[in-house]
């Protein structure tokens, strides 16, 4: 098969190992490969010691490159500053002035890693854009695409992905979903790729040592709106300093002084207040989410029985999904769960099929 036969494929390399072993797969499958890095954030945000460990830093960039080059591929680096600080730092910052937590690795795959890495496929004649992520895509014999967990549970990236459409997912490839971590890194070292070992962060990528506050301070400063912290019954206890500094279950800084424990229980961004409660007070058992996207099949006609993940690193639970109008739906949870944090994203499983999600509405 010569080079023009191979059908051609955008890989988006983040600099760590899974996005450069993701390469290498598909080069042994056959496909004409073009590896392309996304320039997010400006270099000179990090300390040299934080950027080693960051997707947009300038060690990340020289190590794509060094992987490109070892393996004998084109290698792109796109400029997409403007756009990120547009679609996901000023979402980052909105949702948590209006009293959400937000989630901006969903938000940066849906805009930009599945939205200019396509845009950029189409102008490079590739049929197809492929990531690092441990998930997997397949089709069903009447032409539907799905979206199962990656086989590596302690790896799985699908909660991620929940957001991606038919046409996306029709073009998406995720060669590492069928692997281990483990795997992943013994099949880098084989082809001595200088980023077999590299370390992993378990952080926001454009967040210095995972202080949001400290970056919301700095790189989307607003008006300090202080205002009142208070109880269920409206009772004032304390003081804030923005809602956008407290997320729903925390329970250090909010410096009240009582004989028991107090946790934030609710944000109010129309009378700026933070509300808190006892530890009982964070369990619910129904919530909405809206935006919701499904995945084997368009909007049920019928409550759906399933289990959710209310966050990334939440041990999913049964719950009832019912479908509402305008792309909403109601989760009736089965067994009450802490913290339910609005701005999150809710994702719908069947064993290891994604249904789909949405985001929890306040």
Same mark, same amino acid.
């Given at each position: 098969m010569?080079? &023009?036969? @191979?059908?051609?494929?955008l890989? #988006?390399?983040?600099?760590g190992? *899974?996005?450069s072993?993701?390469?290498v797969? /598909?080069?042994?499958q056959?496909y004409?490969?073009?590896?392309v890095?996304?320039k997010l954030w400006s270099?000179?945000c990090?300390?040299p010691s934080?950027?080693?460990?960051?997707?947009?830093?300038a060690s990340a960039?020289a190590?794509v490159r060094?992987v490109?080059?070892?393996l004998?591929?084109?290698?792109h680096?796109i400029d997409e500053a403007?756009?990120?600080?547009r679609g996901v730092?000023?979402?980052?910052?909105d949702?948590y002035r209006?009293g959400?937590?937000?989630?901006p690795?969903?938000?940066?795959?849906e805009r930009?890693?599945?939205g200019?890495?396509?845009a950029?496929?189409?102008?490079?004649g590739?049929?197809?854009?492929?990531t690092?992520h441990y998930?997997?895509?397949?089709?069903t014999? &009447?032409g @539907?695409?799905?979206?199962r967990? #990656?086989?590596?549970?302690?790896? *799985?990236?699908?909660y991620?992905l929940?957001? /991606?459409?038919?046409n996306q997912l029709a073009?998406a490839?995720?060669p590492?979903?069928g692997?281990?971590?483990?795997t992943?890194r013994e099949k880098?070292?084989?082809?001595?790729?200088q980023?077999?070992?590299k370390?992993?962060?378990m952080?926001i990528?454009?967040v210095p040592?995972?202080?949001?506050?400290?970056?919301l301070?700095?790189h989307?400063?607003g008006?300090a709106?202080?205002?009142?912290i208070?109880?269920?019954?409206g009772?004032?206890l304390g003081?804030?300093?923005?809602?956008?500094?407290?997320?729903i279950g925390?329970?250090r800084?909010l410096?009240?002084?009582?004989?028991?424990?107090?946790?934030?229980?609710d944000?109010?961004?129309?009378r700026?207040?933070?509300?808190?409660?006892?530890?009982?007070a964070?369990?619910?058992?129904?919530f909405?989410?809206?935006?919701?996207?499904?995945?084997?099949f368009?909007t049920?006609d019928v409550a759906?029985e399933?289990?959710?993940k209310?966050r990334?690193?939440?041990?999913?639970?049964?719950?009832?999904?019912t479908?509402?109008?305008?792309?909403?739906?109601?989760?009736?949870l089965?067994?009450p769960?802490?913290?339910?944090?609005p701005g999150?994203?809710?994702v719908f499983?069947?064993?290891d099929?994604?249904l789909g999600g949405?985001?929890?509405?306040?």
């Amino acid at each position: 098969m010569t080079k &023009t036969d @191979r059908p051609r494929v955008l890989v #988006g390399m983040s600099g760590g190992v *899974d996005s450069s072993t993701a390469a290498v797969l /598909l080069i042994e499958q056959g496909y004409e490969v073009i590896g392309v890095t996304l320039k997010l954030w400006s270099h000179d945000c990090f300390t040299p010691s934080e950027d080693l460990f960051k997707c947009c830093g300038a060690s990340a960039v020289a190590d794509v490159r060094a992987v490109c080059e070892r393996l004998g591929i084109a290698f792109h680096l796109i400029d997409e500053a403007a756009e990120f600080r547009r679609g996901v730092i000023q979402y980052f910052a909105d949702e948590y002035r209006a009293g959400r937590t937000p989630n901006p690795c969903v938000m940066c795959n849906e805009r930009l890693k599945f939205g200019t890495l396509f845009a950029r496929a189409d102008a490079l004649g590739a049929q197809y854009v492929a990531t690092g992520h441990y998930a997997r895509v397949e089709q069903t014999a &009447t032409g @539907r695409w799905l979206l199962r967990r #990656g086989c590596d549970p302690r790896k *799985d990236q699908s909660y991620f992905l929940f957001s /991606l459409r038919q046409n996306q997912l029709a073009r998406a490839l995720f060669p590492l979903g069928g692997q281990t971590k483990t795997t992943t890194r013994e099949k880098a070292r084989h082809c001595q790729l200088q980023t077999a070992d590299k370390a992993e962060s378990m952080e926001i990528c454009f967040v210095p040592g995972n202080d949001y506050g400290q970056f919301l301070r700095q790189h989307a400063p607003g008006p300090a709106r202080r205002g009142e912290i208070v109880d269920a019954s409206g009772r004032v206890l304390g003081h804030h300093e923005g809602i956008e500094f407290y997320t729903i279950g925390q329970r250090r800084g909010l410096r009240i002084s009582a004989p028991h424990p107090w946790y934030v229980v609710d944000l109010d961004p129309e009378r700026n207040r933070v509300v808190v409660g006892d530890n009982a007070a964070l369990e619910r058992d129904e919530f909405i989410v809206e935006r919701c996207n499904w995945i084997p099949f368009d909007t049920p006609d019928v409550a759906v029985e399933a289990t959710v993940k209310i966050r990334y690193n939440h041990k999913e639970t049964p719950a009832t999904i019912t479908p509402l109008d305008g792309a909403q739906a109601r989760v009736r949870l089965h067994v009450p769960q802490r913290a339910i944090t609005p701005g999150q994203a809710a994702v719908f499983y069947q064993d290891d099929l994604v249904l789909g999600g949405g985001w929890i509405r306040r």
